[in-house]
């Protein structure tokens, strides 16, 4: 794995970053941070990358079976036609759309990897149930703020809310709970102890402002705190919500009493 940055998983949670580069080191990945590829050529059924470190300095070869180029999209407008409907795009090539998802023309909407925000399917799903509901006459709701955010490795890296590196940049006083999932029964039973919960709050208010998950089952764990932030939950709302045991689930419970200082099982 080769990545520019010095760390893997820009944009997320520095603990996240730095302990899912532990275990997927762990796992046999060679991972190259601080790296850029120059070149690739292909002879064969091999293809041959060159790579040099990023601020500079002497160049090498890395020989793979296979590459897959990960650096990001962009939106795809082509054959649209937009000049005919009378659209431009921003300098992002992006379709700028109001709360209702209508273009500067009226009658136009855009949705989705056209329009700002994450290039992700369910944000897209969202937003076309939102905009639909406005040209009936009704009214869209999508909390751009709280719009998950899934790694699909094992385990899945999952996040949803502000990184602690952003709350602390606000200046907001806050408080972190964390839970491994070495102490969950469940994860135990399946000997699948990779990973833990980390959940943010407010200091005064104890409102969650994000919560971040390593597991196996991270993209389908992060929907329960998305949905108790959409309704301005704190992690004691958390803490004090019974939840099946044993279950993965159970770590972010764990996580929110952790806040507090009263993780039960670590």
């Known amino acids: ?7 893997i998983l820009p ?20 991972i190259r ?10 002879k064969g059924k091999k293809a041959t990358i060159t790579i040099e470190p990023a601020k500079g300095g002497d160049a090498e070869t890395i020989e793979a079976d296979a590459v897959l180029v990960a650096i990001g999209r962009k939106p795809n407008t082509d054959g649209l036609a937009l000049d005919k409907a009378g659209l431009e795009t921003n300098k992002h090539g992006q379709i700028e759309v109001g709360h209702d998802f209508q273009t500067v023309v009226p009658g136009v909407y855009a949705i989705g990897d056209v329009t700002p925000g994450p290039m992700l399917a369910h944000k897209a799903e969202d937003e076309g149930i939102a905009a639909a509901e406005f040209i009936a006459g009704q009214q ?6 709280l719009i998950p955010g899934v790694v699909y490795t094992h385990p899945e890296i999952a996040n949803i809310g502000k990184t602690e590196e952003e709350v602390k940049e ?9 839970f491994p999932f ?10 699948d102890t990779d990973g833990y919960v980390k959940i943010i709050s407010e200091a ?5 402002l994000g919560a971040h998950i390593i597991s196996s089952l991270a993209g389908t764990m992060i929907a329960q705190v998305t949905q108790a932030m959409e309704f301005g939950a704190t992690s004691e709302d958390i803490a004090y919500t019974c939840h099946a045991h044993p279950t993965h689930s159970e770590a972010i419970k764990e996580a929110a ?5 009263k993780p039960i099982h670590i």
């Open 1 to 7: 794995m080769v990545e520019f940055l010095d760390k």
């Open 11 to 30: 944009g997320m949670d520095g603990d996240v970053r730095k302990d899912s580069a532990r275990i997927f080191k762990k796992q046999g990945f060679d």
């Open 33 to 42: 941070t601080g790296t850029k590829v120059t070149g690739c050529t292909v």
């Open 140 to 145: 869209g709701i999508v909390n751009h703020d």
């Open 170 to 178: 606000s200046g907001i006083e806050y408080k972190v709970g964390k």
């Open 182 to 191: 070495a102490g969950n029964s469940r994860a135990k039973t399946n000997r």
């Open 204 to 208: 005064k208010t104890d409102r969650v």
């Open 257 to 261: 009493m952790a806040v507090q200082g």
